[in-house]
């Protein structure tokens, strides 16, 4: 028989939350990148930034849809131009995550947001890759880097950015899809994710964050996605749950992210409730904590706190995270014991 989480009480769970380890799959490495570190690194490099400090540019982080977001998102990239940079910025990741019992992180970061402005390939692969092995060296927190391919530009510009990736073909597990949703279906990328399949990378992609249910089909059915980031439109189409449930195909949900970017009219209404009661392998994300106001422990405590979701639900979420990783199947087994004797700690703490 499987084991089953013992209740605990509601006014326990942010404890819990926050004290569980859990696997982060959905975290734009630049959206990471906290308005101090932008001034660190405008100043080191001599960049006038249109701020004049970091709580202008805090109070800069309002956002009425995901394409105003990422306006800002890529002018802050702008500071990110060496490798020490890309270093820094992913060392800094891991340290907070770990601090939130993150045992296991799967990264994703945008290339051509830094080639197109000169910056090598090189420089962003080494930077992070070394971060990624002092996390694990130093912090005990295992990760993995995903190569996003922008959706506002061409198929062709995605090929050529595989290309030039793959002198460090083994520095990446996978490939993903993001930036501006709308007027990109996934179709578009059909080819090149095709051959990123041939060439044993894992798939995901963005789809159904602002975009229609056919975006999350097609991400599915085209380009063979393993893991849908986002995916919370996927509620306005029965037979697209039933097919994500059925298959186990993972939502990377990012509660925060969607109330930042106005996709529900505020969390109470968020689907999340509504995704695990379907049965779906839903799991709890950042996206990019830097601007949206938390790291993955805020997330949960925010949409827990919301849309009153309980133990079950938390214990159902954090195995779901372990699940949806591409992580070995030994590694997953130790971190749900782990995860188990969390939830009998809770709950001995509280009889
Ligand atoms: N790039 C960074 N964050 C993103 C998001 N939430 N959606 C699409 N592209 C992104
Ligand atoms: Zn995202």
């Known amino acids: 028989m499987s084991w089953a989480p013992p209740p605990i009480a509601a006014a326990r769970l942010p404890a819990l939350l ?3 380890p859990k696997a982060e799959l959905h975290i734009h490495i630049e959206g990471s990148l906290e308005p101090e570190m932008i001034f660190a690194l405008a100043a080191r490099h001599g960049i006038a930034l249109p701020y004049a400090d970091v709580q202008a540019l805090r109070r800069a982080y309002a956002f009425g849809n995901l394409q105003q977001f990422l306006d800002l998102y890529y002018q802050g990239a702008d500071v990110l131009r060496d490798e020490e940079d890309f270093y820094q910025l992913g060392r800094a990741y891991l340290a907070r995550a770990a601090t939130e019992n993150i045992v296991h992180a799967e990264i994703f970061f945008d290339p051509q ?3 197109a402005r000169g910056v090598p390939m090189g420089a962003v ?14 912090l005990g927190i295992g990760s993995a880097l995903i190569l996003c391919f922008l959706r506002h530009l061409s198929e062709r510009e995605a090929f050529e950015t595989l290309e030039a ?6 520095d990446f597990i996978g490939v993903g899809l993001d930036s501006s949703e709308l007027g990109h279906p996934p179709e578009k990328f059909a080819r090149v994710f095709a051959r990123c399949r041939e060439l044993g990378l894992h798939v995901v992609a963005h789809a159904g964050e602002e975009g229609p249910p056919e975006y999350i089909w097609q991400a599915l059915d085209i380009l063979k996605a393993e893991r849908i980031d986002h995916g919370v439109q996927a509620v306005h189409d029965a037979a697209l749950m039933r097919r994500l449930a059925q298959r186990r195909i993972p939502l990377t949900v990012c509660p925060l992210s969607n109330q930042k970017l106005q996709v529900f009219p505020d969390l109470a209404h968020h689907s999340l409730p509504q ?7 839903a799991t709890v994300n950042s996206d990019d904590p830097a601007y949206f106001g ?10 827990f706190a919301a849309t009153g979701l309980d133990s079950a639900a938390a214990y159902q979420l954090a195995a779901n995270s372990f699940e949806a990783s591409f992580a070995d199947a030994a590694l997953k087994r130790r971190w749900m014991d782990r995860l188990q004797a969390a939830f009998e700690r809770a709950h001995d703490a509280g009889s």
Request: proline share 2%.
């Open 275 to 281: 995704l695990l009661a379907a049965g779906l392998c």
């Open 18 to 20: 926050a004290a569980a």
């Open 113 to 115: 947001t830094h080639t």
């Open 294 to 303: 938390g790291y993955v422990n805020a997330n949960f405590q925010a949409v």
């Open 165 to 170: 990736a793959l002198p460090w073909r083994d």
């Open 125 to 138: 692969m080494r930077g992070l890759r070394r971060a990624s092995d002092d996390g694990r060296r130093e």
